[in-house]
């Protein structure tokens, strides 16, 4: 099982940035599927997270500002970010809860991607 994150780079304050993150492998099912950020020497927080039924927690963001998305049929999970500034600087990770297909049934296990670079500067 694999976490494939995308979208994260450089933009002004003030500019928009679009994250993306699928999910590959011996997937049986999905629960939770969310996105968690880390600033430099901070801890990793939430910022947004999505269950298998639809429900949708935000962490200490504005939820003005960030909407996540999520699509069950291709085990994807999008965050939309508008209006950055400096304090969204951090290494946003892509996170799922995923059961994997055994023997004996599903096996859960939580599941992060590599992470990726969200930087607001002028």
């Not at 039924?53 to 939820?63: C, F, H, L, S």
């Amino acid at each position: 099982v694999q976490l494939q994150a995308s979208g994260g780079g450089s933009v002004q304050p003030g500019g928009s940035l679009r994250l993306s993150c699928a999910a590959s492998g011996n997937i049986a099912i999905i629960n939770d599927m969310g996105w968690y950020r880390q600033a430099p020497g901070k801890q990793r927080d939430l910022v947004a997270l999505t269950t298998s039924g639809g429900k949708v927690t935000y962490g200490e963001v504005d939820e003005g500002r960030f909407t996540i998305s999520r699509d069950y049929a291709r085990n994807m999970i999008h965050l939309q970010m508008n209006s950055l500034n400096a304090e969204d600087t951090a290494v946003y990770y892509c996170y799922a809860e995923i059961g994997r297909a055994v023997v004996t049934g599903v096996d859960l296990e939580d599941y992060w991607g590599q992470g990726t670079q969200v930087t607001v500067s002028s």
